[in-house]
């Protein structure tokens, strides 16, 4: 005489957050105004506005490089990449005594890399709820790890460091993978570009070694003149390593032939240009540039510099190639080397500003990895600073928020553990106003404006920002041996036990890294798939279904537009509203998104 039936209830009241970042170059005014705050909803309950500076200091910068590991049983490799940021580190301290003696003011720490805020109170998600809660610790390592930020270890360190290369170099003055292995013409190219890279930073090198190493590669590279990608990358990096030693080691026997090869290598990689990638193009131009060749240096600069692009946020920069994990291809040392490149052949190109940009926002963005590739970077971008008076001259910032203003003043070697932050919380939000930032010194920052608030109303998709995020119900049904999509429109009915997909696709304007996408699902369906795991297509993430949304956990989101797609099923009829999905970065959660919010009828 009496039925009973399970009836789904979820809150109808949604978390959302809405972003602004914004560059800080020189001197500059920004005001930050968010079009939600203006937006007119007598649901909504405002959590927290908060403004965000984070200046760009030299410290700040240093500290982003990972520690190296001081592995018991070394490949030439990990020796090398273990002297050069050595080396590139010590000659910073040498040529910046201040900054040696500022170092002391950054805590110590046991990790690879520094720490992330744990406390950020914009991180919608808690860290303990995602797959990187041992990641935000900093990275640890089973074996000692080398303090970069102490002088006296650093100078010990690179002399050890050395003392092993030389160990290994064989006989025919080749480098081997591996102590007591073969000799390996990229192995001995790389040990090669290293001494020469130490040597720009005043690190001599025993003139036997190098001279016995050119004689090898000498006789090798021409054996890999052939025209594929990896072959012309390889000529172009011996022909950029062999004519990068300065002067007094030019004079030696093997590096004045070296020179009249390279001229050849160069030649042959000209022939097959469509296999160059940039940092090949820009390898040739620094070589030709070194030969006094400066018509084809400045070409090959030019053919180098095709294609970026200016984002007013992320940088300069080019589109991502494919294969990044190549030694070829590797983003940051591309730009770092660009930056170099430019600063060597012409210092007051427009793109330099542009570049440095980039490398400061990729290090805002993601954490950076290889000690090699972050040590040349910041030894590149510590150079800018130096020529633009950022090193000499402090910043200073001027808030201007509602009646309130507050101003910071910042000395180059001063250290700031977090970043700056002004808050508003609850009834505070509404009458606080726009915030106004006003920057005046030579450095760069960035500056953002976050705001978090509840609602009962389905919210429009957020501004376009550097990370997007939008969403679409299609209706999917059987039509002969094939499965057909029909669009849902908001308010349209569905079955009980239709086969609807969820198409959520994300667009970014820069590579981030620790983003989690939320997507809830109304209170009558559920989710196709009930078990987590990882998917690979399009792009790498962890799937878990909830009882109520679905997370997207994605380690490496780079840039560009990706669609990941799931099915739902309506399992009680009703009229449900669906919240806005929301993607945020964990690493840096000024960074998020939301779609809009969605409404669907389920009928018998």
């Known amino acids: 005489d009496a039925e009973e039936r399970d009836l789904p209830v979820l809150p109808s009241r949604q978390r959302i957050i809405d972003s602004l970042v914004a560059a800080l170059n020189g001197d500059v005014v920004k005001k930050l105004t968010l079009k939600a705050l203006g937006q007119k909803d007598e649901s909504r ?51 910046y005594p201040n900054m040696a003696k500022a170092v002391a003011k950054v805590p110590r720490r046991k990790t690879l ?85 130490a040597q720009r930073y005043g690190v001599e090198a025993p003139p036997e070694l190098v001279e016995n190493a050119l004689r090898y590669v000498m006789s090798e590279i021409p054996r890999h003149l052939k025209p594929e990608e990896g072959e012309v990358s390889l000529l172009l990096y011996a022909s950029y390593v062999v004519t990068s030693f300065p002067a007094k080691l030019k004079a030696l026997p093997s590096a004045m032939r070296a020179v009249k090869f390279a001229k050849a290598w160069l030649d042959f990689a000209g022939k097959h240009s469509d296999a160059m990638t940039q940092l090949g193009k820009a390898y040739a131009a620094q070589a030709y540039f070194r030969l006094g060749d400066k018509k084809k240096a400045e070409d090959y600069l030019d053919r180098a510099m095709d294609g970026l692009r200016v984002d007013p946020i992320a940088g300069a920069y080019w589109q991502p190639e494919k294969y990044s994990w190549l030694w070829y291809h590797d983003t940051l040392e591309t730009h770092a080397f ?34 090699k590739a972050s040590a040349a970077a910041v030894f590149a971008l510590l150079e800018f600073m130096k020529a633009k008076g950022a090193l000499d001259k402090g910043d200073s910032y001027e808030v201007r928020w509602g009646p309130s203003v507050e101003k910071v003043e910042l000395a180059p070697d001063d250290w700031l553990e977090k970043p700056l932050r002004w808050t508003r919380l609850g009834g505070d939000i509404a009458k606080a106003g726009a915030p106004e930032v006003r920057k005046s010194g030579p450095g760069f920052a960035f500056a953002s404006l976050t705001y978090v608030y509840t609602t009962e109303k389905p919210v429009e998709e957020s501004e376009p920002g550097m990370l997007n995020v939008s969403r679409k119900f299609y209706r999917r049904y059987k039509e002969g041996d094939k499965y057909r999509l029909t669009p849902l429109a908001l308010g349209d009915a569905v079955k009980v036990g239709e086969d609807i997909e969820v198409q959520l696709k994300v667009n970014t304007r820069s590579q981030f890294e620790y983003v989690q996408l939320k997507d809830p699902r109304g209170a009558g369906f559920e989710a196709e798939t009930l078990t987590s795991g990882w998917k690979w297509d399009q792009l790498s993430r962890y799937e878990e279904p909830r009882d109520s949304l679905t997370n997207f956990f994605v380690s490496w989101l780079p840039h560009g537009e990706y669609v990941l797609k799931y099915r739902i099923k309506p399992t009680t009829p009703g009229k449900y509203k669906i919240g806005a999905a929301v993607l945020q970065s964990m690493y840096a959660p000024e960074f998020a998104a939301h779609s809009s919010g969605f409404e669907l009828k389920v009928e018998e």
């Not at 790890?145 to 170099?169: G, S, T, W, Y």
């Open 338 to 371: 660009m930056l170099r490149t430019l600063q060597l052949m012409r210092p007051k190109d427009e793109n330099l500003p542009g570049l440095v940009q980039w490398i400061l926002f990729s290090r805002k963005g993601t954490e950076w990895k290889s000690t």
């Open 45 to 95: 309950v405002d959590e927290l506005l908060q403004l965000q500076v984070d200046p760009q200091l030299a410290l700040t910068v240093l500290n982003a490089i990972p520690f190296l590991v001081h592995y018991p049983y070394e490949c030439v490799e990990q020796t090398l990449n273990r002297y050069v940021p050595l080396a590139i580190v010590n000659a910073l301290y040498k040529k």
């Open 113 to 197: 890399t520094p720490a992330w805020d744990k406390d950020d109170p914009k991180r919608l998600t808690a860290l303990v709820e995602t797959p990187w809660l041992v990641r935000s610790k900093g990275i640890e390592s089973h074996w000692p790890v080398v303090d970069l930020l102490d002088p006296v270890i650093v100078d010990r360190e690179k002399a050890d460091a050395f003392a092993k290369l030389q160990q290994v170099q064989l006989g025919d003055g080749g480098f081997p993978w591996f102590p007591g292995g073969r000799s390996d013409p990229y192995i001995t190219l790389l040990v090669l570009a290293g001494l020469a890279e």
